[in-house]
Structures are given as structure tokens and as C-alpha cells.
């Protein structure tokens, strides 16, 4: 007994001292969560490492009131759906006062709801639902830039003496001209001459999304209040827009050619991004029990950790988008290969220790659809490649994110003119481009059918009534994909062998085991162009996951070893195909116990 009691007190000692090796030096602020001493396979276990994200689009999730717009009522109305896919955080993109130039990501009032999606008695109904559920509730932090209808940003264009102007960047002319060569993600440049000061003010994205100047400790400041104000709310954490660009590079120089084709990588990480991620962890996030994950738009594999790393006291996780943007040559189209995606879930995994988290996604709200991209959405595979996704994004090493409608297999919008389209992306880019004749109308609209971000934009598609049920208007905000009778939430519901009902048990699969969550991860085959297997281990739990990628039958040879065991899931059914050679018909997905 006494050698027990010994025995535990050692062990509680060495894992205090080692653990406190391991910090960084203190600042006194670190959540008192993080000093929980015992691990899994390494990691300390946390529920948003734990936790299954489903992504809502407020826009176009569902119209409570017949306006032809999505709302918070709505959302609330359909938080059963959500529960029932067995995820257990809900992200919910800008639900904010907004002039809506961007959809909600140019916000004009950072404490009132967009009157479109409802009022704050309304929020507070959706948050009590969610918690009711047991679920979670993160919210979408824009703070990169404003809209221009802001209040701060209508008092600092009104003077160079004003108050607020240090709130922005502004920056007279250079040579007549823009202060520098900074482009906007959404075409021309990223400067904008105002003409009651006569200069200039930056906007990386549109010319209504003026950025916030964050060396100024004003703004930072009312950051964090606002985050408080969310956060006293009971909100769970937040997803935070284009975080790496908050800090400019010192003298905003001028973008060197190699970085024109990706200027995210030039504007993200600038020199003041970790002191100010500190402080708003200091200031704010510290205070809570929450999650956060940064999108991570121009951020090197190399440079995650030091986002990430838990002893760092900045961000929970990051969004790569190496994995989602393999299609992707800057804006264009490129055909990707399995080896190429499988080369990057390695390349993460590795760049990526027990003191860092990652997420895993193919799709969201900028993106077309995962089952479009990624899979195949020929009537013929489509249900097969979209649950063959799934049991690949519930299985890799990461907290996985789900985009709403990805659950039914919904698929991208057959786009055949520019009047279809609402993003603001899309029609700069068409201006830039096709109106001033460098590229052909029928060529950019092919390019944007494969990548428009209205593709993921499109109203879920609920049941076979007009618009989908999405809405009693005439017409909704943007239309319903044409194959809603076909694809709709009502009929996945009653079909047992739905893609919402695979969805389903694949989440309780990654919750039968903390091997799918904290286990190793180890690709069996990277060079394999159709075959994906890998797999996850913890301890004694061992998993094995085998994806066929292709549309052709394939016999496959498990490595060396390796012998499939007890089948746990597979997407076409109808299998007790267990050993070292397998036969997999076209997009079949299995994982089995080793
Ligand atoms: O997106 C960040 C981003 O840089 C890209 O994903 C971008 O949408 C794409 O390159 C444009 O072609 C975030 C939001 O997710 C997006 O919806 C917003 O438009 C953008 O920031 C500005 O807030
Ligand atoms: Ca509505």
C-alpha cells in the first residue's frame, strides 16, 4: 500500500516537473485547464480535439419568415438535424450586422445581429438550443477589417485628425499613385483613394472591408471586448477570419514578383501576429473554457506550430489550406493526385507534435463542394465518393469540419451565366477580366462552375417542395440547385443507406475509439494513385482505414504485416473480406479493427 501511495506521489511529481520543463516562461495566464497532467498517446486530451465541427451558412441554411434569406430561427428550428448527424460543434459563419458587400465578413456592428437573420433574442434562442443539445456554439471573428459602414470607419475617413483615423491604414499617395502594389483577393488593387482626405486606405479584400490598423492598442483593445461580449454570452470559442494578416509588414513594401501569384503569403505573418495572438489570449480567450481556429490563409506547414503549439498561448489550431487548394494553381483549376493529397495529410502530421492540433477539411463556405471537388458527382459514384470522404475526414488526425448540404452529397451549381452568381469574387473577377476582353466568357464561367465560392453557397436542400423548402418565397437569395428532388435532406433521412446516416455512423465510429483522435497516423502507401490506406494507432487500438479513390475495381495487396481484421464500417456494404488481399469495388471505403 505504502509502496502504491509512493508509486502514484512519484508519478504525479514527474509529470508536474517534466510538464513545467516543457512551458515556455510564464506569464501568469495560461487557463488553468492546461496544466491537466495526464495524456493520450501524448496529447492532452481537450473536447475540441475531440470534437466533430459542422459548419452553418446562416444565409443559406434555412428561411424562418418567407423573405428568401436564411435566419437564425431557422437555424434553430433545424438544430435536431444537426445533432441527429452526431457532430457536436456547431460554427456558425458571420451572423453580424453587415451591409453584407462580402455576405456578413464585412461587418458594420460587431454587437447586433444581421436584422436579415433575426434579432438577439433570436441569438440567444439558437445558443440556448445548442446548449440544450449539448452541443457547442463557435462564432466566426472578423477582425482582420470592417465593413466601411463601421462607425469606426465612417469617423476615421472624415479627418486626418479624427479620433478613429489610426483605426485604418491610410496612407497619402505615392507618385500620384497607390502607396504600393498590394493586391485585393478580390481583383485590383488593395488600396482605395477616399476623396474627403485625399488618401488612401487599405482593403485586402473588397473596397468595403477597409482593414483595421492593429498596431494601434485602441483597436486591438476593442477586440477583445468584443470577444468578451461573445463570450459572456456562453458562445464556445471562435473560428477567426484571415488572422495572420492582422499584422503589416513594417513600411507595407511593395510585393516582390515571386509573391504576386499567392500574396497571402506575403501578408500573413507579419511581425507583430504572435505578440498580438498572446494578448488577446491574455486579454480574452484565457478567461474562458473555448476553442479557436484561425484561418490560416498564407501559413507555411513550418510556421503552424508556432501558432499552435499549446505552450505558445496563441491559437488551438489553424486551417492549412494545402489540402483544400490542391485543386487550385493561385485562383485556376488543376487536376490533383491522390500521392499529391496524400503527401500533404504526411507533411502535416509530421511538421505537427504532441503540442500541436490540426483540423481537417476539404470544403466550407469559399470552396465549391467536397463531392464536386474531391470525389465524384456523376450520379453513378456520387453517394459512394461523398461517404468514401467522410470515413476519410472522421478518420485523419485533426478536429474534422463539415460544411453544411456535404452530409446530403450536395454538389456544385451547374453555372451557365454571370447573373447566377452573388460573390462579390466572382463578379470583380469577371469585371477584371472578361469585360476587358483577356478572357472569354464562356472559359471563365467553366473555370468558375469547377471553383466558385456560390457553388457551397447554393440553400440546402431539404425536401422535394419549391426552392428545396429552404424558403416559401418566390425566389431565395441565390437559387437552389436543380437537383434538389433528387438530393434533399428529407429523403436521406428516411433512406437508411443515405449519405446522412453513414455520416452518422462514422461519427460514432471516431467516438468508439480516442485511437481516430489522438492515435499515430501512418500512410501505408503514399505512392498508390488510387488506393488510400493508412492508420491509426494508440496503444494496443489499432485501426486500419482503405479508400479507393478511383472508379475501378481494385485488388489490393495490404503492405507487409498488415492483415485486414473485423470490418467496422464500409460504405457499399455487402463484405466480410477480411486478410491481406482485398477486392474493392469503385470509391469503396472500409476501416477495420487490427
Ligand atoms: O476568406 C479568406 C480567403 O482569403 C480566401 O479563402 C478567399 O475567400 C478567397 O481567396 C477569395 O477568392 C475569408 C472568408 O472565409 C471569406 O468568406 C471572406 O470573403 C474573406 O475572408 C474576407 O473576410
Ligand atoms: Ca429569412
Not at 3 to 27: H, K
Not at 170 to 189: E, I, L, Q
Not at 506 to 527: E, K
Not at 556 to 584: C, F, M, R
Request: hydrophobic share 35%; aromatic share 12%.
Amino acid at each position: 500500500m505504502i509502496r502504491l501511495i509512493l508509486f502514484l506521489l512519484t508519478l504525479l511529481c514527474f509529470s508536474t516537473v517534466s510538464f513545467a520543463e516543457l512551458r515556455p516562461p510564464s506569464d501568469g495566464t495560461n487557463a488553468p485547464s492546461s496544466s491537466f497532467p495526464s495524456t493520450v498517446n501524448g496529447y492532452q486530451p481537450k473536447w475540441w480535439k475531440e470534437a466533430i465541427v459542422y459548419q452553418v451558412y446562416p444565409r443559406s441554411f434555412k428561411d424562418s419568415n418567407g423573405d428568401g434569406i436564411g435566419d437564425l430561427k431557422g437555424i434553430t428550428s433545424k438544430l435536431d438535424y444537426i445533432q441527429g448527424l452526431g457532430v457536436n460543434v456547431i460554427w456558425l459563419s458571420p451572423h453580424y450586422d453587415s451591409p453584407n458587400a462580402d455576405n456578413g465578413y464585412d461587418i458594420r456592428n460587431y454587437r447586433k445581429v444581421m436584422a436579415e437573420f433575426g434579432t438577439m433574442a433570436d441569438f440567444d434562442e439558437l445558443l440556448a438550443g445548442v446548449k440544450q443539445r449539448h452541443m457547442k456554439l463557435i462564432l466566426d471573428l472578423v477582425v482582420n477589417h470592417t465593413s466601411d459602414e463601421h462607425a469606426w470607419f465612417v469617423e476615421s475617413r472624415k479627418s486626418k485628425d479624427n479620433p478613429y483615423r489610426d483605426y485604418y491604414i491610410w496612407r497619402p499617395a505615392k507618385d500620384g499613385n497607390v502607396p504600393n502594389n498590394w493586391t485585393s483577393f478580390f481583383s485590383g488593387s488593395a488600396w482605395k483613394l477616399d476623396p474627403t482626405t485625399g488618401e488612401y486606405y487599405l482593403h485586402l479584400f473588397a473596397e468595403k472591408q477597409p482593414d483595421l490598423n492593429w498596431d494601434n492598442p485602441k483597436v486591438r483593445n476593442e477586440v477583445y471586448d468584443l470577444m468578451k461580449f461573445w463570450l459572456d454570452k456562453g458562445v464556445d470559442g471562435f473560428r477567426m477570419d484571415v488572422i495572420p494578416f492582422i499584422s503589416k509588414r513594417e513600411g507595407l513594401p511593395d510585393l516582390p514578383p515571386e509573391a504576386m501569384a499567392k500574396p497571402q503569403y506575403f501578408y500573413a505573418m507579419g511581425p507583430h501576429l504572435h505578440e498580438y495572438l498572446r494578448e488577446m489570449n491574455k486579454e480574452a480567450l484565457s478567461k474562458y473554457d473555448v476553442m479557436t481556429v484561425g484561418e490560416a490563409f498564407g501559413v507555411t506547414l513550418e510556421q503552424t506550430p508556432t501558432l499552435v503549439d499549446e505552450r505558445r498561448d496563441q491559437l488551438n489550431m489553424i486551417f492549412n489550406f494545402d489540402a483544400v487548394r490542391l485543386n487550385r494553381d493561385g485562383d485556376r483549376w488543376r487536376d490533383w493526385t491522390l500521392p499529391e493529397l496524400k503527401a500533404i495529410y504526411t507533411q502535416e502530421n509530421q511538421a505537427l507534435d504532441v503540442h500541436s492540433w490540426n483540423t481537417v477539411f476539404l470544403s466550407n463556405h469559399d470552396n465549391p463542394r467536397v463531392v464536386s471537388a474531391f470525389g465524384n458527382d456523376s450520379p453513378q459514384y456520387r453517394v459512394a465518393s461523398a461517404k468514401a470522404l467522410a470515413t476519410m475526414l472522421l478518420t485523419l488526425k485533426g478536429t474534422p469540419f463539415i460544411y453544411q448540404g456535404d452530409e446530403l452529397g450536395m454538389t456544385n451549381y451547374p453555372f451557365t451565366s454571370i447573373d447566377q452568381f452573388d460573390d462579390i469574387a466572382v463578379k470583380n473577377a469577371w469585371k477584371a477580366m472578361v469585360v476587358t476582353n483577356q478572357v472569354p466568357a464562356d472559359a471563365f464561367l467553366a473555370e468558375m462552375r469547377k471553383t466558385s465560392r456560390d457553388n457551397a453557397r447554393t440553400p440546402m436542400q431539404w425536401d422535394k417542395s419549391p426552392n428545396a423548402g429552404f424558403t416559401t418565397a418566390a425566389r431565395p437569395w441565390l437559387a437552389v440547385n436543380p437537383n434538389y428532388l433528387a438530393i434533399n435532406a428529407k429523403q436521406e433521412l428516411s433512406n437508411k443507406g443515405s449519405i446522412y446516416h453513414y455520416f452518422r455512423d462514422m461519427a460514432d465510429v471516431r467516438r468508439s475509439s480516442l485511437a481516430f483522435v489522438y492515435g499515430d497516423y501512418q500512410d501505408l502507401d503514399p505512392a498508390n494513385p488510387k488506393i488510400f490506406a493508412y492508420t491509426r494507432v494508440n496503444g494496443a487500438e489499432k485501426y486500419l482505414v482503405v479508400l479507393n479513390f478511383s472508379t475501378d475495381a481494385v485488388t489490393y495487396q495490404l503492405p507487409d504485416g498488415i492483415k485486414a481484421g473485423q470490418l467496422v464500417i464500409s460504405n457499399l456494404g455487402g463484405t466480410n473480406e477480411t486478410g491481406d488481399t482485398l477486392h474493392l469495388k469503385g470509391w469503396e471505403a472500409r476501416v477495420y479493427k487490427l
